[in-house]
């Protein structure tokens, strides 16, 4: 007789429970595996913060504009607060004290940086000092740009071509005049910035004005920042790397490689001139590196001004928008500022605001703050990562934690300022807080060993491009928007921009 023929067939019923029973157990798992979740991080002495969903974490809660989603939550679970993003632990810190605490107290721990995968694709996390670990390579270009590149010996020196460059820019401003041609400041601006930073690395103009067809290295670095600033789904979920769906850590590493050859060409062209003996000392940073050869390879040389157009051109170039925003769409404070400049102005023979009067430029100076305070160019600073497991406030902060410090939401923090949300530059006025990482209210440039090393170098430009532009012209919105309609919306990216670009007309004062 068949074996199969002995085997008693399940009742009907008996399999509809079965079935039930599967359907019941499908639908419980994603709630189990929730509830796990979140039993673990009850349990695991995070600091607070919502609860996630299985995989994704708290991916959804971050929204299109995550400064300001994460200053939303931070109200309700507190300054210091845990998220999930995918698989990695974020920690957001939303308070000058407990900023205080993780830059100052544990400077030391949160010393490193989670780059992006995208950035690590083409290795610059080990090359570029933004990325690299805080060793012993990272220690040697911090030195050098602090005693070499940013001292004040050598911006004092360089001053006359940035002089030049921001007498370009008014030259350009004065043609739209002449046209009656609406100007994009933010655009202005970046290729000021640009053109600033590449004649004091290396003596050339690597930016113009006008056609976006002549804007190739422009559009280099505004794409390679865009690219790098995708939150790449690898980076939620490190399996994914290998398989990069979207090619988005493909797209940083193209942008990244066509510049370094653009670099390339410059310091081997550099290195021929001094050879045939032909060149005259340019003593830009190019020949500063050069002489100091033995410390700093090509490969050095070339991650060195990869990073510090990446990091120095975008960051400028929209805090003098935002700062233009704010004026023009309050015209009193923008008569304040003009006073200011006029005051020094008429003391003044020469024709051109120089870095050394920035010091009597208390309004503009009060400008800046303010337009940092409200419009940080970076609202969570460059990320940083947890070295080892660190004790805050009595909560862990777990090692490779990602540190989201988020300045935007500390701007704009009642408990700290008087009507945050006004543009006040007179709040700055009789009080001594100032952006040099010592006010944990104010750190648009950071705090601690890994704070921003471009600082004065930006201090200088933005005080004087600004001082330039309200002192020679006025302003009208172009189209028919009224000065006190212009849109303030915001774009998130590597640094936050204005979501419309601010198109003007300048006028002759
Ligand atoms: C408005 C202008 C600028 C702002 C708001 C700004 C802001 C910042 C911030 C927030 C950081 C991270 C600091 C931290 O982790 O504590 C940083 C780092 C850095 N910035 Fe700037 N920056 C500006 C201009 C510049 C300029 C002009 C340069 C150079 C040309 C520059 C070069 C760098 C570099 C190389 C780092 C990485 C330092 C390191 O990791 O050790 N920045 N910047």
Sequence with gaps: ??????????????IMEYQTLFLVLSCLFP??????????????????GPNGFPIIGNLLEFGDKPHQSLAILSKRYGP?????????????????????EFFNTHDVAFLNRSAPKAIQLGDFHKYSIVWMEAGDQWRKLRRMTKEYMFSVQQLDASEVLRREKVQELVNHVDQCCTNGKALNVGASAFT?????????????????????????????????????AKPGLPDLFPILHSLDPL?????????????????????????????????????????????QHSSFTQNDMRHLFLTLFMAGTDTTSSTLEWAMSELIRNPEKMKNARLDVDKLMQNKNNGSIQESDISQLTYIQAVIKETMRLHPPAPFLIPRQAVHDVFVQGFIVPKNAQILCNVWAMGRDPNIWSDPIMF????????????????????????????????NLANRMLHVILASLIHKFDWKVAGDTRSQDIDMGEKYGITLQKAEPLMVIPMKL
């Design 80 to 100: 210091l607060m845990s998220l999930k993003l995918g698989s990695n632990t974020t920690i957001v810190i939303s308070s000058p004290d407990i900023t205080k």
């Design 247 to 291: 090619g988005l850590i493909w797209s940083e590493d193209v942008y990244g490689k066509k510049m370094l050859a653009i670099f390339d060409k410059i310091i081997n062209d550099r290195l021929k001139t001094r050879s045939d003996g032909v060149s005259t000392r340019s003593n830009d940073v190019l020949d500063l590196l050069l002489d």
């Design 31 to 48: 709630l189990i595996i929730y509830a796990l979740t979140n039993w673990r991080r009850r349990n695991s002495r995070l600091p607070p």
């Design 1 to 14: 007789m068949n074996d199969s023929m002995n085997v008693t067939k399940p009742h009907p019923r008996k």
């Design 192 to 228: 000021t910035s640009l053109n600033i930073l590449s004649n004091f690395m290396f003596s050339i103009d690597l930016a113009k004005y006008g056609p976006k067809s002549t804007q190739q290295f422009q559009d280099l670095v505004l794409q390679g920042m865009q690219a790098g």
């Design 424 to 455: 006040m530059p007179e709040r700055f006025l009789d009080v001594k807080i100032d952006y040099k990482g010592q006010d944990f209210e104010l750190i648009p440039f950071g705090a601690g060993r890994r704070m921003c090393p471009g600082l």
